[in-house]
Nanobody
Framework: EVQLVESGGGLVQAGGSLRLSCAAS????????IGWFRQAPGKEREGVSW????????YYADSVKGRFTISSDNAKKTVYLQMNSLKPEDTGVYYC??????????????????????WGQGTQVTVSS
């Protein structure tokens, strides 16, 4: 069983930055896709960004393009989300997600919530205006 442990959430003023981390452990697997969803109060979960260990391709939601950057350390099975120029609408619980498998060109693949095998517990991000 894979465990995903997120860290790095917190409270920040609009325009500020946060860096989220997620470490995967508990099972042996090869290639995988890993990334982030978020859920604001009263709203559905939204895919934010993900990347593939196979080719380091990356997807970004339109709402975060140019502000968020996803990166990963495949040796450590850890993914990071650098969030800059944060806005109040970025507030929510951020969940790390992972699915084992060889995926390439993930920016072209729709990866809705049902696609992902494993979910972390979530970390709260609050952006004040």
């Amino acid at each position: 069983e894979v465990q995903l442990v997120e860290s790095g959430g917190g409270l920040v003023q609009a325009g500020g930055s946060l860096r989220l981390s997620c470490a995967a452990s508990g099972a042996t697997f090869g290639a995988y896709a890993i990334g982030w969803f978020r859920q604001a109060p009263g709203k559905e979960r939204e895919g934010v960004s993900w990347t593939s260990s196979s080719d380091n391709s990356a997807y970004y939601a339109d709402s975060v393009k140019g502000r968020f950057t996803i990166s990963s350390d495949n040796a450590k099975k850890t993914v990071y989300l650098q969030m800059n120029s944060l806005k109040p609408e970025d507030t929510g619980v951020y969940y790390c997600v992972l699915r084992s498998g060889n995926y390439r060109g993930v920016q072209y693949i729709h990866m809705g919530p049902r696609f992902w095998e494993y979910w972390g517990q979530g970390t709260q991000v609050t952006v004040s205006s």
